[in-house]
């Protein structure tokens, strides 16, 4: 790693957020379909573009990727108005700043599995933390041992992937030279497409008149109203009615409801309250007593965390209008993952990282061919 300062140009270094935050998007994408344990464990893509960027962004920048991983996260699945986005706001904050930090470690000393994997580590540990505070109790505790192993595996196999790309990618080759004042063969002068003000619909869009801003609102509203219901009321029968609500309203609303994931949360939840034991005992399982007050608590926690989920991805089905240069940054890498999922993938198997390279050396062409906007 490098221990002097990026020199990328501000309109360059902006892009570069916008291009990285869609990766982070994309990814994030990916991740979201793979089976999970819990909803608030990850396995790790979206962090690739951030170990890319170590070294050419600047701190503020680099915070700026960080966050807007965190909220593509939040929005991809429709956590932002739940626990999961406090889970996932802290744990990767705190592995951001350390992976950031480590970066000033000489390579031989550190490589990019190194900081991989303790930026992993520290996600997992700031997770289950505050897990065991917000939701899930001391419980949790029992899953820190597969937590810690499957981070390990994926941050390695990933640490692995950033260093093969970042040692042959054309396209980082390009950005290095223009950030450390090296001598390009062919240096553009802005590598990637321009960040537009304002909405990037290409049809007539119908979400800026009146009456969309008023339903946007008033959705909201319920969906907030129905959270704090869910949150200050603890009664199972209560929850157990908000959660069907939520899950009646994301479905009313063309929502895709998935149930296995749904189902392995509650598996998930139940498991963690199983010890200790609480209350009469109604089944054995394996060893493993099966009481009324430990179901009871682990149900209320599922109701609560599954209401949550789906209340904040009913809130989200119709996107919010986010203002200022960060809301651009968010509007813009939102359509740069469009165009990233429209890439066809050739021989991914035999070669990941030529294929990354590949498709982002296609956006910087496609951005030669495309007149920047002022």
């Known amino acids: 790693m490098r221990l002097v300062r990026s020199r990328l140009p501000l309109d360059v270094r902006d892009e ?22 819990l909803p608030f464990f990850r396995v790790g893509l979206a962090n690739l573009p951030l170990l890319i960027s170590l070294d050419l962004l600047p701190f503020c920048a680099y915070a700026r990727l960080v966050f807007l991983k965190v909220i593509g996260q939040a929005l991809v699945s429709g956590t932002l108005f739940s626990y999961v986005f406090v889970l996932s706001l802290a744990g990767s904050t ?22 991989s994997v303790m930026g992993a580590f520290c996600s997992n540990v700031i997770r289950l933390t505050l897990a065991r505070v917000l939701v ?5 505790w029992y899953v820190l041992p597969l937590f810690c192993a ?23 080759a390009h950005l290095q030279n223009a950030a450390y004042g090296q001598q390009d063969t062919a240096p553009p002068a802005s590598l990637f497409f321009p960040v537009q003000a304002g909405c990037e619909c290409t049809a007539p869009c119908s979400e800026h008149g009146l009456r969309p801003r008023v339903l946007r609102y008033v959705r909201m509203g319920t969906g907030l109203l129905l959270l704090l219901i869910l949150l200050c009321v ?36 139940l498991a963690c309250y199983l ?9 054995t399982v394996l060893g493993v007593p099966l009481t009324s007050g430990a179901l009871s608590a ?18 989200l089905r119709v996107p919010p209008h986010l203002p200022g240069k960060f809301g651009q940054t968010v509007v813009h890498a939102l359509s740069l993952m469009h165009r990233l999922s429209s890439f066809k993938l050739r021989g991914a198997r035999r070669n990941a990282t030529q294929e990354i390279d590949r498709i982002l050396l296609a956006l910087w062409a ?6 920047t906007r002022r």
Do not use: D
């Open 298 to 315: 682990g149900a209320r926690q599922a109701c609560m965390a599954s209401g949550m989920v789906y209340l904040s991805k009913w809130i």
């Open 136 to 140: 899930f109790g001391a419980g949790v």
């Open 150 to 172: 499957l981070g390990a595996v994926s941050s390695t196999l990933l640490g692995a992937l950033t260093g093969h790309f970042l040692s042959h990618s054309q396209w980082y």
């Open 94 to 115: 705190a592995s951001g700043a350390l992976m950031y930090a480590l970066r000033f470690v000489p390579c031989r000393y550190l490589s990019c599995v190194g900081i």
């Open 16 to 37: 570069l957020v916008s291009l990285l935050g869609g990766m982070c998007f994309f990814l994030s994408t990916v991740e979201h379909v793979i089976p999970k344990p």
């Open 275 to 283: 010890r200790p034991p609480v209350g009469r005992v109604w089944a």
């Open 234 to 269: 603890p009664r199972l029968s209560v929850q157990a009615s908000v959660c069907g609500i939520a899950l009646l309203l994301y479905a009313a609303t063309g929502g895709r409801i998935r149930w296995m994931t749904l189902a392995g949360l509650w598996v998930g939840t």
């Open 366 to 371: 496609t951005r030669q061919r495309t007149p």
